[in-house]
Antibody, heavy 123, light 107 residues
Framework: EVQLVESGGGLVQPGRSLRLSCAVS????????MHWVRQVPGKGLEWVSG????????AYVDAVKGRFTISRDNAENSLYLDMNTLRVEDTAFYYC????????????????WGQGTLVTVSS | DVQMTQSPSSLSASVGDRVTVACRAS??????VNWYQQRPGKAPKLLIY???GLQSGVPSRFSGSGSGTDFTLTISSLQPEDFATYYC?????????FGQGTKVEIK
């Protein structure tokens, strides 16, 4: 069974930093690209960032470019999102998401999702 | 960025009804559209990929169609567990954008 378990969410002040982690099991982690998708409570979905199987390609939505960094450790079956200079508008549930293939690019699909971790940015 | 617009934003239907949700892309995305279901308090679940491919384990009452800019998700006979919010997503180009969602409620 594929499992994705996020951690690291919480309450943080604007301008501060936070690191999200995602522990993945039930698959050969290094065979798949991975993503972070966020959702403001009660609102829609927004893709945030993605990383290819070998970290050779990373992509970000414009709203987080220069502030967020995605990374992975294939030896530890883990995905990370380092979030710096957090803003109130970054408040959301953050989902760790598995792609169905190795690379980033057209035709991707998000076939497994974690349960999400809530990040609240507030003073 | 490719914008995805769903219609309607919400709908009311009864068990057994045929339900259709539309999604329009702001430019041609070929058949690079996925559909997800999100039940309250749960993570999204992939239903349809590449416009019409049925994800493994998803009931056959779900189907997708379309190409270019116009896409449709159809539920042939609505079941109690199908009351949820549905999102389309373009997988044509980064950033991989979602529609705003369509909430299917019980009539």
């Amino acid at each position: 069974e594929v499992q994705l378990v996020e951690s690291g969410g919480g309450l943080v002040q604007p301008g501060r930093s936070l690191r999200l982690s995602c522990a993945v099991s039930g698959i050969i982690f290094e065979d798949y690209a991975m993503h972070w998708v966020r959702q403001v409570p009660g609102k829609g979905l927004e893709w945030v960032s993605g990383i290819s199987w070998n970290s050779g390609r990373k992509a970000y939505v414009d709203a987080v470019k220069g502030r967020f960094t995605i990374s992975r450790d294939n030896a530890e079956n883990s995905l990370y999102l380092d979030m710096n200079t957090l803003r109130v508008e970054d408040t959301a549930f953050y989902y760790c998401v598995k792609d169905f293939r190795t690379g980033l690019g057209g035709g991707l699909r998000f076939d497994h999702w974690g349960q999400g971790t809530l990040v609240t940015v507030s003073s | 960025d490719v914008q995805m617009t769903q219609s309607p934003s919400s709908l009311s239907a009864s068990v057994g009804d045929r339900v259709t949700v539309a999604c329009r892309a702001s430019q041609s995305v070929s058949t690079n559209v996925n559909w997800y279901q999100q039940r309250p308090g749960k993570a999204p679940k992939l239903l349809i990929y590449a416009a019409s491919g049925l994800q493994s384990g998803v009931p056959s009452r779900f189907s997708g169609s379309g190409s270019g800019t116009d896409f449709t998700l159809t539920i042939s006979s609505l079941q109690p567990e199908d009351f949820a919010t549905y999102y389309c997503q373009q997988s044509y180009d980064s950033p991989w954008t979602f529609g705003q969602g369509t909430k299917v409620e019980i009539k």
